[in-house]
């Protein structure tokens, strides 16, 4: 049964914080390895659907708000996503010797995470608006997701982008996954579903055989096999116990995925080129994980200690991560 208060749910700090760790495991050996794609596409399988699934879970308010009240939430959420965008894309601008605008990291990979994950909200905020004022059942909602992801399918055809100010690709590849996230939230029968024993099974053989098919490059492989990792990774987290070491660390890298995935380009994308000699070997697909998993663990911890430092002033926190209030570990 979903719980519907707002305390914190464990098994989803915990996928975050397994989520993150992909994230830059997989950054690393894009950058600093000659990696096969096997172990990227491993890590790249489920990484952002999941981030994604989760916020989007998290997106939905259970009860009836005021306008007012969508408002102010909106205006949190823009400026925790946005002020990030631009500040750390500019310093690692900066770190990396070169003066280009903020809105070039959205076209070259780097941030565009914070603003496709803004444009989600955005189009969830008015779908939920329209759901609870024309009062939407299940059915009603899925069709208003599935018009809206056609209408994101146009755009991605017509490559309307706004100037770089949508990134339509990233939209059209993750939406599915933070409307899932807000359904999963809502109707506790879709929650149902989604996570049983019989998605488990299916789930683990649809990323074992998209994995191994991810060469191919196609959407449909992606999305089904990303959809599969997501309940897999999602059962997993919740049989997690709460009290072991490990989970508590992984809890920590969950609850601050913001400030680890803006931080974390600065020691990646700047890798000494001693290192890069280092590393840049040929070498099996264990040994790359091992490598890399290491190196993963040693920049989060420094995102971690760069994160408190900053935030220990609410002016810091404020003009790097857009946030009032400090994040809890």
């Not at 609870?132 to 991605?156: E, H, M, R």
């Not at 024993?197 to 074992?208: D, E, H």
């Not at 994308?269 to 070498?283: A, E, F, G, I, S």
Request: glycine fraction near 6%; charged fraction near 15%; hydrophobic fraction near 55%.
């Amino acid at each position: 049964m979903i719980q519907k208060t707002y305390l914190r749910i464990p098994e989803l700090d915990y996928m975050r914080g397994l989520a993150m760790l992909f994230v830059v495991m997989g950054h690393i050996l894009e950058f600093g390895m000659q990696a096969d794609s096997y172990p990227r596409a491993f890590m790249s399988i489920v990484q952002m659907p999941i981030f994604f699934m989760i916020a989007g879970f998290f997106a939905y308010k259970d009860g009836d708000e005021s306008v007012k009240a969508v408002v102010h939430r909106f205006v949190l959420r823009t400026r925790a996503l946005l002020v990030p965008l631009i500040v750390w894309s500019v310093l690692l601008n900066v770190c990396n010797g070169v003066v280009t605008s903020p809105l070039s990291m959205v076209y070259r990979g780097g941030y565009w995470f914070f603003l496709a994950l803004w444009w989600c909200d955005v189009i969830s905020t008015l779908c939920a608006y329209a759901s609870k004022k024309f009062k939407y059942g299940i059915v009603s909602d899925i069709v208003l997701y599935s018009t809206l992801y056609a209408i994101i399918l146009i755009g991605k055809i017509e490559d309307i982008e706004l100037a770089g100010l949508l990134p339509i690709q990233n939209v059209q590849y993750y939406f599915p996954f933070f409307a899932l996230g807000i359904m999963c939230r809502k109707y506790p029968c879709i929650y149902s579903a989604v996570l049983n024993k019989y998605t488990y099974a299916l789930g683990l053989v649809t990323v074992i055989v998209g994995w191994y098919f991810s060469y191919l490059q196609s959407y449909a492989i992606f999305a089904t096999t990303a959809l599969g990792g997501c309940v897999v990774i999602w059962m997993a987290c919740k049989e997690i116990p709460d009290k072991v070491k490990w989970a508590k660390a992984l809890s920590i890298v969950g609850k601050n995925t913001l400030p680890i995935y803006a931080i974390h380009y600065l020691f990646i994308t700047t890798l000494p080129q001693c290192l890069h000699d280092v590393v840049n070997v040929p070498m099996g697909f264990f040994l790359q994980f091992v490598i890399a998993f290491a190196y993963a663990v040693i920049v989060v911890i420094l995102c971690l200690i760069i994160d408190r430092i900053i935030s220990i002033n609410p002016i810091t926190r404020m003009v790097f991560f857009g946030e009032s209030k400090k994040r809890e570990w």
